[in-house]
């Protein structure tokens, strides 16, 4: 997958490409290139394996070329065709060295392609994009607009794509189908992106296009075209909240976004809670309400997925729904039986998600409901739904998603409150849970204040290369959420198990060498989950807890981090917010990028 930036405009084009690939950067840094041209078409191109930063030096490194390169594309990658090399980090270009490309995305076909133009091109890659490149040469009719209809009519897949040409500075075509593909507009020329936060510190417009429309930026304008008519369409202005972040005084953005929870929880819930009323008050939750459904299906990846499964929890619980969470990818595996009463959710922080965007384009296909929660405002995800919510959580710059999961979490839980009351659930007891949740950021900072507590013992821990995390109920995909963050940041092998399950064979593996990190708070499972936790501890394993302040069996436990003394509700979000600090602590013990752990990106818009 690459990540595509590219701007016209009066000024230098080189600085401007660095700046928007390193904010492109948290979706993909295994490389990163650039291509400027100026206006009377003499080339600059730049390549750099790793980070954007070594591709930023290169680029300062060339300072005493002062020439004006006011046309430039450029591209931050994660590989998927083809290894992490020099020659797949080249510059994707025709064999007459005329068009220059960027793509996000995967062509399916390219082999084809690259099958009926070997005679005539020699492929210098093993990429789906350097096909494109060919491709353009080959279909060529004079007139890029029309050549770029043309090579879309050929492409299967999914792709954003941008085009210089070296005999035309000042233009860039590009076209779209699934992937995003943005163009802004600031006062020193017009950007395009491949995500708005890119954008947002740069222009101060932007206009999302659509599936198989095409941009053509010419004589400092852009125009958008659909099926080769022209499309009239208002620009956004770009929102505050839009843009990333400073860093602070924290090391990493991860660590940041842990500690912006308690503010992030303000947001998402503002216009949708009242909690002096103590009411849920919100349009598409109303809308929901009325909605004739039977059962709800949560389909989504990654942590999305465990948040997709602490809601289903809430669903069965509040609103006595039946509802099942399902991995994207394996729902694009199963035959998929349409019901016309079921509630289709579909969770993603980016909104981008190939996985979560297929098996969208299947259930719509199928005319069935669809639901989306998402964070990025305007992604395809979010476009596609019928009805959504958005999570509200702020730019979520890096890898991990933490912030954006406990938004996931809330607005799950504010959906299965909204369908309950409308069903069986009492109003007395949708106002004792509103009253309890109002609690919550005051507990997610008391969390967050045992920081150093929490690192300490991570700091034990990171000793050890293999780890269990146990939990019942709610907290069996909380521990998966939790095993999920530390492999994903520490690289430590985590795996997580309902507790009930370990006997049934994990318990093999238990020993004074694997540890075994449990989430118990007070409840219904307690006692259960102890008896679990004590045949662990019989074969020596260390134990490490997750337990409610007022637990008084203290004589049980190594080493603890209390979650906090009211319910086992909020326990799921304080268990959550412990685990990331846990994780991160872990990561940083280890001394690992936390913020870029290694062969992942935050956005996967690839199968
Ligand atoms: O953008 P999405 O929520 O759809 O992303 C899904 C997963 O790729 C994502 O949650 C991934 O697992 C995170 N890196 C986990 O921290």
């Known amino acids: 997958m690459c990540w595509i930036f590219a701007y016209v405009g009066e000024t230098d084009s080189r600085e401007k490409l660095v700046n928007g690939l390193k904010m492109l950067e948290y979706r993909g840094y295994d490389s990163a290139w650039m291509v400027g041209l100026t206006n009377s078409s003499e080339v600059f191109i730049e390549k750099a394996v790793g980070r954007v930063s070594a591709l930023a030096t290169k680029v300062a490194s060339k300072s005493e070329d002062t020439k004006l390169y006011t046309t430039g594309i450029a591209h931050t990658r994660w ?61 060529y009719d004079g007139n890029l607009k029309s050549t770029m209809e043309k090579v879309a009519a050929k492409l299967v897949g999914a792709y954003s794509l941008a085009v210089i040409d070296r005999e035309n ?14 163009v802004g507009e600031a006062t020193d020329g017009i950007y395009i992106s491949s995500d708005v936060n890119a954008l947002a510190a740069l222009a101060e417009s932007y206009t999302i296009l659509e599936d198989h429309e095409m941009i053509v930026i010419e004589d400092k304008k852009y125009s958008i075209f659909l099926a080769g008519e022209q499309v009239e369409r208002a620009s956004q202005e770009v929102e505050e909240g839009q843009k990333i972040d400073e860093l602070w005084n924290f090391t990493s953005y991860t660590e940041k976004e842990i500690f912006d929870i308690p503010s992030v929880l303000e947001n998402v819930w503002s216009g949708r809670i009242n909690f002096e009323t103590k009411e849920i008050k919100n349009e598409t939750l109303d809308a929901l309400a009325e909605l004739d459904i039977d059962r709800i299906c949560i389909i989504s990846s990654g942590s999305s997925y465990y948040a997709g499964d602490i809601g289903g929890y809430f669903f069965r619980k509040f609103a006595g729904i039946p509802c099942q969470a399902i ?39 199928k005319g069935c409901m669809t639901f989306g929660i998402v964070n990025v405002v305007g992604s395809t995800i979010a476009r596609m ?18 912030k954006n999961v406990i938004a996931q979490v809330w607005v799950l839980l504010m959906v299965a409150v909204a369908l309950g009351k409308s ?46 995390v146990l939990g019942r109920n709610y907290f069996y995909p909380v521990a998966g959420e939790a095993s999920l963050k530390c492999k994903e940041l520490s690289y430590i092998h985590c795996e997580a198990y309902s507790a009930g399950e370990l006997k049934h064979g994990p318990l093999a593996l238990v020993s004074p060498k694997f540890p075994t990190m449990v989430f118990n708070p007070m409840g219904k499972f307690y006692s259960k989950t102890v008896s679990n936790v004590q045949e662990v501890a019989a074969r020596e394993g260390p134990i490490l807890w997750f337990i409610s302040k007022n637990d008084t069996h203290n004589e049980l436990y190594t080493d603890t981090i209390e979650l906090s003394e009211t319910s086992e509700l909020l326990s799921v979000f304080t268990g959550l917010v412990s685990s990331y600090l846990f994780a991160l602590y872990l990561a940083e013990a280890l001394w690992r990028d936390v913020d870029k752990p290694r062969n992942l990106a935050k956005s996967v818009t690839v199968e």
Do not use: C
Request: no cysteine; charged share 25%; hydrophobic share 35%.
């Open 423 to 468: 069903r069986d659930m009492q109003i007395s007891d949708v106002r004792d849970l509103i009253a309890e949740l109002s609690e919550l950021p005051d507990k997610i900072s008391e969390t967050l204040m045992q920081g150093p507590h929490i690192k300490k013992l991570a700091k034990k821990y990171s000793n050890y290369d293999d780890m269990f």
């Open 385 to 402: 739904a019928d009805y959504g919510l958005y999570s509200h959580a702020g730019v979520e710059v890096w890898v991990a998603s933490t």
């Open 169 to 182: 500075p000042g233009t860039i075509v590009g076209i779209k189908l699934w992937s995003p593909l943005i």
């Open 79 to 139: 590989a998927t065709h083809g290894g992490v090399t020099e020659a797949n980090t080249h510059p994707h270009v025709s064999t007459n060295e005329r068009f220059y490309i960027v793509h996000n995305g995967i062509i399916e076909n390219y082999k084809e392609i690259k099958a009926s133009l070997e005679s005539d091109h020699t492929f210098y890659s093993q990429t789906d994009t350097e096909v494109v490149a060919k491709l353009i040469e080959s279909l």
């Open 327 to 365: 991995i994207s990818s394996e729902f694009l595996a199963d035959t998929f039986i349409p019901e016309k009463k079921t509630l289709y959710v579909f969770l993603s922080q980016s909104g981008e998600t190939a996985d979560v965007r297929e098996s969208m384009k299947i259930v719509k296909a």
